[in-house]
């Protein structure tokens, strides 16, 4: 089991930019892909960018490709999620996820609390 904690949301003006991090406890995180998915108000939670356990291959929702950099430091124990470029729409609350045998593109066995990201414009 591994728990997920997430930080480094807050509000930003369109346009700017954030970096979200995941600390995952426990000592085998290289072994769990890890993702992140968001939710807007009033909408379903939906995948955001995901990368790989082994290989760290990357995976993103075609609304952020070019904009966000999913990555990973295995000997921190944390998955980034780094955002440029936000607009108005990237506003939620963004969730880190981890899976021990895929790559969480539309689900995963653990969930973190969530962070909030608010983009102004």
């Known amino acids: 089991q591994v728990q997920l904690v997430e930080s480094g949301g807050g509000l930003v003006q369109a346009g700017g930019s954030l970096r979200l991090s995941c600390a995952a406890s426990?000592?085998?995180?290289?072994?769990?892909?890890m993702g992140w998915f968001r939710q807007a108000p009033g909408k379903e939670r939906e995948f955001v960018a995901a990368?790989?356990?082994?290989?760290?291959?990357?995976y993103y929702a075609d609304s952020v490709k070019g904009r966000f950099t999913i990555s990973r430091d295995n000997a921190k124990n944390t998955v980034y999620l780094e955002m440029n470029s936000l607009k108005p729409e990237d506003t939620a609350v963004y969730y880190c996820?981890?899976?021990?045998?895929?790559?969480?593109?539309?689900?995963?066995?653990?969930w973190g609390q969530g962070t909030q990201v608010t983009v102004s414009s």
């Open positions: 996820a981890a899976d021990p045998r895929v790559v969480p593109l539309t689900g995963a066995a653990y």
């Open positions: 426990g000592r085998t995180f290289s072994s769990y892909a």
């Open positions: 990368i790989s356990r082994t290989y760290g291959n990357t």
